[in-house]
């Protein structure tokens, strides 16, 4: 495995194990980390393309590849397809029944929203789908027809790949 990829996954307690850092270095390191994820997200988002679903996964994916829990994103888009709003709406182990549409569509109401883009990762890599990932999207994509704002895509992020629900049919 590439050493710079496993740096980034450590936390501060194991960084500081390594030879020659302290707590202060680690936290150092942590946030160079942190500030190059930011950097890379920046460049991606002056230029990103709310229909093409790799462009959105590009976009993520500095976020998400190495989280060691779920993390489930919400893109908010105006009627042009312009960005109002994103959102992590939750962190942690996820099935599809702790994902509650009403906190969702309150956020999209707020700002404004006419489509939505739902995103998380799998920590293991694999991007495919679960069954309780088919079950939220389901009921995140009728809630929304229901209040006039549609879901345009599901994306899943694994380690430098993604599945796209409306690449695959599946919307």
Known sequence: EDDLAALCRLGPDKLCRLKGIGKVKAVQILCAIELGKRLMTAERRENLNF????QIAAYFMPRLKDEK???VWILLLDGKCRLLHEEKIYEGTVK???ISPREIFISALEKEAVYLFLLHNHPSGDPTPSNDDFSMTKRIR???RLLGIELLDHIIIGDQTYVSFSEKGFM
Request: proline share 8%; no cysteine.
């Open 51 to 54: 229909t093409a679903p790799e």
């Open 69 to 71: 829990k779920e993390n």
């Open 96 to 98: 599809a029944s702790l």
């Open 142 to 144: 009728d809630s929304g």
